[in-house]
Structures are given as C-alpha cells and as structure tokens.
Nanobody, 121 residues
Framework: QVQLVESGGGLVQAGGSLRLSCAASGRTLYTMGWFRQAPGKEREFVTAINWNGDSTLYADSAKGRFTLSRDNVKNTVYLQMNSLKPEDAAVYYC????????????????WGQGTQVTVSS
C-alpha cells in the first residue's frame, strides 16, 4: 500500500513561491498529483503527473504558475508554485492512483494528510 507524506507548506507573501514535496513509500509507479481545499470551499484538482513524468495536467488556475515534476528514484513529486495569490491559500493534498491522468477525486485512491499553504496579501 502506497503512503504519501507531504512537506513544504508554509506562509508566503503574495507574489512569492513555495515548493511542495510528496514522498511516496511502497509501490510508487502511480499517477500522482495534488488537490487543494480552502476554508468553506470544495476540494479542487490542481495538477497531476503520469507515472513516468512525461505527461502533466493542470487546472486553469495553476497553468503558467505551477509546475509539477517527479523523481522516481526518490519516489517524490514536487510542486513548484510561483506568483502565489491569496486565493491559492488552502490545504494541499498529495494524491496517487493507478488510473490515467484525471481531474476527479475518484481517479486517486491514496491521499496524504495535507499541508497548509497560507498566502498573505
């Protein structure tokens, strides 16, 4: 069973950058990605990457500002977030699944505990 541990969240000023990491244990050739949930809002898809890293999918809100990559030797995915906005503040959840890239929560069977990202204006 794959387990996911996120790190890298924190407080950043608007316009700043953060890099989130998600380390996977166990069998790791999964599609992996990130969802986020802000207070009072539904959880939403952010980005995902296929098992070998040659295909990625982004939410419109993330395109051009966020970059997802993976290192299968380290069993880790990295979410580089630039030009952060207050509306990016949320708990970010790392996910993994055995399906192809997708935006639905049902595509992902393994979820991390989440890491908080706070963006001050």
């Amino acid at each position: 069973q794959v387990q996911l541990v996120e790190s890298g969240g924190g407080l950043v000023q608007a316009g700043g950058s953060l890099r989130l990491s998600c380390a996977a244990s166990g069998r790791t050739l999964y599609t992996m990605g990130w969802f986020r949930q802000a207070p009072g809002k539904e959880r939403e898809f952010v980005t995902a990457i296929n098992w070998n890293g040659d295909s990625t999918l982004y939410a419109d809100s993330a395109k051009g500002r966020f970059t997802l990559s993976r290192d299968n030797v380290k069993n880790t995915v990295y979410l580089q977030m630039n030009s952060l906005k207050p509306e990016d503040a949320a708990v970010y959840y790392c996910v993994a699944g055995q399906h192809d890239l997708g935006r639905k929560e049902s595509n992902y069977s393994v979820w991390g505990q989440g890491t908080q990202v706070t963006v001050s204006s």
